[in-house]
């Protein structure tokens, strides 16, 4: 059974960082791609960036230079570095893992974690 753990969320102001962490364990094969999503209220579930399985990994275009996805096969672990942080990246995130690499469609990822709430005040 595979589980996906995610940590790291909470409550900051605008222009605050935060780091999110996702750990998995059980029978996941290394083949495997993560991924980050978020979903805010509302709203439809959005990707944020993947890491594929030799640790390359990408973010959302409009994104880029605020987040950055890094990967720990080591510790089983995926992180999520969010910097400047907005109150419109107020969502829930969940960690998501699958087959497919480098997509950012929810529907590609079999595995999902329950997710940590992250909240941005203005």
């Known amino acids: 059974q595979v589980q996906l753990v995610e940590s790291g969320g909470g409550s900051v102001q605008a222009g605050g960082s935060l780091t999110l962490s996702c750990t998995v364990s059980g029978e996941i094969d290394r083949r495997f791609c993560l991924a980050w999503f978020r979903q805010a209220s509302g709203k439809e579930r959005e990707g944020v960036g993947t890491s594929d399985t030799i640790d390359r990994t990408s973010v959302r275009d409009s994104l880029k230079g605020r987040f950055t996805v890094s990967r720990n096969n080591t510790k089983n672990t995926l992180y999520l570095q969010m910097t400047s942080l907005k109150p419109e990246d107020t969502a829930m995130y969940f960690c998501?893992?699958?087959?497919?690499?480098?997509?950012?469609?929810?529907?590609?990822?079999?595995?999902w974690g329950q997710g940590t709430q992250v909240t941005v005040s203005s």
């Open positions: 998501a893992a699958g087959a497919l690499c480098y997509t950012l469609r929810a529907a590609d990822y079999q595995f």
